[in-house]
């Protein structure tokens, strides 16, 4: 039978006792309630023969060779797959006793095909959320009203919209066909795509709760001067968008730190904004010039989580969550850690505009594009919709804002032009280490460079690249967060360079997450870091150097951080 059109009805459910029958042997699942308390995991030998892309999950076809199978020749296919429901393991060590990250799922669960609206939808214009009027306050505020007093149980609720991205964010669910293998949409390529969908559902689900399709959700619009506090609606102690676990001095008006490094600096508000804005070009602009340096490393079927963040995934996002929350909860809930972060309204406008920033990259020059390759394009997620169904959509549905029917309010870029200033510091500070190291104290590191003085043209079609990988994190209940410069002077000392400077390659900044209990599942998270440096090398005179020297500065839980090397390659 030929499959069935996307975004027909009639989706499969699942019946209750029924087993699911392959080669001879089957997968019983449990009849249940919407719960968060999974039943224990059943295993299956069974092969995926095909179907729909609904059948990876729930035990259907794909996702039975989930729950039992973790070897390769078992890969069912290349992109990453929503996971099978019923594996569900719950996250620990950093995470709350009572915590639990599962969807519900149960007899006559169904997943439906996602499909695009209409051209004809009208189109939604999230505004930046300090511009917001009275009006507009009070119909959000009675949007996120209405959610919170869902039942925890109804798919919709404000309760089961952060669980997904909990789900999704703190190893719980393994990889379809690996069982060894945690699904994690973070720092990878699958990153941008995912909230995107994320933020579109809870955008819908917020409209039909007050019956206005035209509503759209905020941005927090960080990345210019009038953006640059913690949005005032979200601080207003009588209303539904406050939430309590907030780090209180860091409340309007005081000025917020794109690249946070734990602790406030406290320099005035001019420079701390000056800094922010160049922050914001080296991120969108100078070091983003290739889609994998802005988007993020590929991660497919079968890779290892966690290949390494995009630009912005790592600043401005990643310092946030930590700026945000309260740092006298255990891990700084509830912005703090991926598994409470959801639990904030404010969560939802600062990935607003995470997402304008994927928006805008798109458009800033021709050669910014996103990946074409397949295994990107039809990686599958899991949501909830405004009709509470659960509904599986792809990467290549979400990549046009515009077909999604929403777009965000013109408030310009004032940090397109803000370029680092060149400094003459002197002679560069000698290499003092070796790597690998722990980065509990600043590391030196001499490191050759396999092309010298290329042409504008040579620049403009391969983009130089410094890597730093093995990137081993051991406690995840710490904001982690170390610097990256290249031919930093002697007198600054490494340490006591900004990220404003010329120098600075870009920082790693890791915000805490759960992990899963049993096995390795433990283990040290290990990932890498890619910074393009071609602007950089050029605007601090280094580009016939031979050898360079690379300076990772620590600046929060260094001690709990290793570090494998650092080298060149090119991108094209």
Not at 509 to 525: C, E, F, I, Q, T
Request: one cysteine or more.
């Amino acid at each position: 039978m030929p499959p069935r059109p996307r975004g027909v009805a009639a989706p499969r459910t699942l019946s209750s006792f029924q087993p699911l029958r392959c080669s001879g042997l089957h997968l019983l699942l449990l009849p249940t309630k919407y719960s968060s308390n999974p039943p224990p995991r059943r295993l299956s030998c069974c092969k995926a023969t095909g179907g729909s892309r609904r059948d990876v999950l729930l035990g259907l076809g794909r996702a039975a060779a989930a729950a039992g199978l973790a070897t390769s020749q078992y890969a069912l296919a290349a992109p990453i797959q929503t996971p099978d429901l019923a594996t569900c393991n719950p996250p620990a060590d950093t995470a709350p006793a009572d915590l639990s990250c599962c969807l519900p799922y149960g007899t006559g669960t169904a997943i439906a095909d996602f499909k695009p609206p209409p051209a004809s939808a009208p189109l939604r214009v999230r505004p930046a959320a300090h511009l917001a009027d009275e009006n507009y306050v009070a119909k959000y505020e009675r949007a996120v009203e209405l959610m919170t007093k869902l039942p925890d149980d109804d798919p919709r609720s404000f309760a089961q919209q952060w669980r997904v991205h909990c789900a999704f964010c703190d190893a719980v669910y393994d990889q379809v066909g690996f069982q060894d293998l945690d699904l994690q949409i973070h720092n990878s390529w699958l990153f941008f795509p995912w909230h995107r969908f994320y933020l579109y559902f809870h955008e819908r689900i917020l409209g039909k709760l007050i019956g206005d399709d035209t509503f759209a959700l905020p941005f927090w619009n960080w990345d210019a001067p009038d953006g640059m506090t913690f949005p005032a609606i979200y601080a207003n102690q009588s209303s539904p968008l406050y939430d309590e676990r907030r780090n209180p001095a860091h409340l309007p008006p005081f000025t917020v730190d794109l690249d946070y490094n734990g602790t406030d600096s406290n320099i005035p508000r001019d420079q701390q904004i000056q800094q922010n804005l160049t922050t914001m070009y080296r991120q969108m602009v100078s070091s983003a010039k290739k889609t994998e340096l802005f988007l993020g490393q590929p991660y497919r079927q079968g890779d290892q989580p966690d290949p390494g963040a995009g630009t912005v995934e790592q600043v401005p996002h990643g310092p946030l969550h930590p700026w945000v929350g309260d740092p006298s909860q255990p891990n700084g809930e509830d912005m703090g850690p991926f598994y409470s972060a959801a639990r904030d309204p404010v969560f939802y406008a600062h990935h607003g505009n995470v997402d304008r920033m994927w928006h805008i990259w798109r458009g800033l020059t021709p050669s910014n594009t996103d990946f074409t390759d397949a295994d990107w394009l039809d990686a599958t997620f899991l949501f909830y919709d405004e009709d509470a169904r659960l509904v599986s959509a792809r990467v290549r549905d979400c990549l046009d804002a515009a077909a999604l029917r929403y777009t965000y309010q013109d408030v310009g870029l004032p940090w397109l032009n803000a370029k680092p200033a060149t400094t003459a510091g002197g002679s560069a500070a000698p290499a003092t280490g070796s790597l690998p190291a722990t980065m509990n104290q600043t590391v030196r590191v001499a490191v050759t460079r396999p092309r010298t003085s290329r042409s504008r043209r040579e620049k403009d079609a391969e983009e130089e690249v410094l890597v730093v990988e093995g990137i081993a994190v051991a406690d995840h209940s710490k904001y982690v967060k170390f610097d990256v410069f290249v031919n930093v002077s002697s007198s600054s000392q490494g340490g006591a360079a900004t990220t404003a400077a010329a120098e600075c390659a870009g920082s790693v900044a890791l915000p805490p997450h759960a992990v899963r209990m049993g096995n390795d599942k433990g283990a040290a998270m290990s990932t890498a870091a890619r910074f393009g440096i071609s602007d950089l090398l050029d605007d601090i005179g280094a580009d016939g150097d031979k050898t360079v020297v690379v300076s990772l500065v620590p600046r929060c839980a260094g001690d709990t951080v290793t570090v494998g090397g650092v080298r060149i390659e090119y991108i094209k």
